[in-house]
């Protein structure tokens, strides 16, 4: 749990989407677990001070209550920017969208995107779109749109071993 608070620990979220609370500008809240305990909420709005091993014996703990939550990782992005950490920016920011995607259908899209796994562009294309529909992922969207116009290019859609 150490590990987690100083890489920012969980953020936001009363079990939904809630809104990234703001940042003051000038402040830089990292870690945000240690300098901001205030923002740091689970996905079911329980607080660090609620994150304790006898909480977790007592059943209190849910598996979400330890995950990060689209909002820490926005809050990471935000943080990642100000000190002119754009491309980890952008990676927090599809992380973000990435965290309330089912593994199951996180790992179909991973396996697509492995090459000689799809036979075309097409279920690439149809994963964006679920992706962009049902969640909401647009940057991870364009992101395997993109990868299936290169692999069109490259030829990796034929089966390579």
């Known amino acids: 749990m150490a590990a987690e608070r100083s890489a920012g620990g969980t953020v936001g979220g ?55 939550t689209p909002e820490a990782l926005r809050l990471q992005a935000d943080i990642a920017r100000r000190v002119g950490r754009d491309r980890l920016a952008e990676n927090f920011e599809r992380a973000a969208e990435l965290a309330r995607v089912p593994e199951d259908e996180l790992m179909a899209v991973y396996e697509l995107l492995r090459p000689g796994r799809a036979t075309g562009p097409e279920p690439l294309r149809a994963a964006a779109a679920k992706l962009r529909s049902d969640y909401g992922a647009d940057r991870v969207a364009a992101l395997v749109e993109e990868a299936a116009d290169v692999y069109v290019r490259r030829g990796l859609f034929t089966r390579r071993f």
């Open 14 to 68: 009363s079990g939904g989407g809630s809104a990234t609370p703001p940042i003051a500008d000038g402040d830089l809240p990292y870690p945000i677990a240690d300098k901001r305990p205030d923002l740091v909420r689970t996905a079911n709005g329980l607080g660090l001070d609620a994150l304790t091993v006898e909480a977790v014996v007592a059943g209190k703990i849910a598996r979400e209550d330890i995950a990060i």
